[in-house]
């Protein structure tokens, strides 16, 4: 016990024994500042300015952005953009799937190509099954009169919900003999009418050009995109004067009429009306002769 006393006394001696730290110049040997230290206020300074550095450190890695250039901390602005690039990537696969499913709807247009009887759906027509013999048809002469009257008046209005949500209209392209009707049953999906050669094509409505081009078949074709998902093709060209791409007003012209294709026989135009990828009647809404 005796011994350890000493050893505690010999140590807290040395932690407690006074130095001077002097400065002088080298020249002159003149004192320049002393400090009078002991090894315990060596050791507490030494721990003091290690806790602020630490702590300085931390903070500088914490909340500045000066841990992006310490190895294994990742960086604020490439995790940005990483997260920029995967929103972009993403809108991008949606327009491309959008984009491709209007690249089969206009494929089926330009082959004429409807996906089985079961699955057509003519919109112009009601497929509304009844009992014809539980039901009397003969139309009253006031019946006769308002039909006539909502003829007159719908004749050049495609489809009664775009009524609301904008004012659209369809005029005929051209004014002509009606040589061959339209018949889903044939898969003639068209009005065709006879013209002069050279006579200008306009266009039905307002649109845009997303297709002009040569076919085999058809020859110089045509395809407007009028919003609300209606489409009207224009084939047998014998000219297109628009490019893909362009606005076009409606009764603007846009094509030469011609007998180009295999499947021509004469001058005309073979026009047809499409919504939601199926085939309309065009002859229900405009009149051509």
């Known amino acids: 016990m005796g011994k350890d006393k000493k050893n505690k006394k010999k140590i807290a001696r040395k932690l407690l024994n006074k130095y001077r730290l002097v400065i002088l110049n080298e020249d002159t040997f003149e004192e320049r500042i002393s400090f009078k230290l002991n090894r315990l206020n060596v050791f507490v300074i030494v721990m003091m300015v290690s806790v602020i550095l630490i702590s300085c450190t931390t903070v500088l890695i914490a909340f500045t952005p000066l841990r992006e250039y310490i190895p294994g901390y990742s960086s604020s602005s490439l995790a940005k953009k990483a997260r920029a690039l995967e929103i972009t990537a993403d809108s991008l696969k949606t327009q491309f799937a959008l984009k491709e499913q209007e690249y089969n709807a206009i494929k089926n247009v330009l082959l004429g190509d409807v996906e089985g009887e079961e699955n057509f759906k003519d919109t112009s027509t009601n497929t509304q099954k009844v009992e014809i013999d539980e039901i009397d048809l003969t139309p009253s002469q ?9 003829s007159r008046e ?34 003639h999906y068209a009005i065709d009418v006879a013209v002069p050669k050279d006579t200008p094509i306009k266009a039905a409505a307002d649109g845009t050009v997303i297709f002009a081009d040569w076919t085999a078949d058809t020859g110089y074709v045509m395809i407007l995109d009028h919003g609300f998902n209606i489409l ?13 791409g362009e606005l076009v007003k409606a009764g603007e012209v846009i094509a030469t009429a011609g007998s180009t294709g295999d499947l021509s026989t004469g001058p005309h135009l073979h026009f047809e009306l499409w919504r939601d990828g199926y085939s309309i009647d065009p002859s229900l809404f405009i009149d051509f002769e």
């Open 142 to 150: 006031e019946d006769i009169e308002l039909r006539e009257e909502v």
């Open 154 to 187: 719908d004749k050049y209005s495609l489809f009664d919900k775009e009524k609301a949500n904008a004012d659209f209209s369809l005029f005929p392209p051209v004014k002509g003999s009606i040589t061959s009707k339209y018949d889903s049953n044939e898969k």
């Open 232 to 244: 009207t093709i224009y084939k047998h060209n014998a000219s297109l004067t628009k490019q893909q």
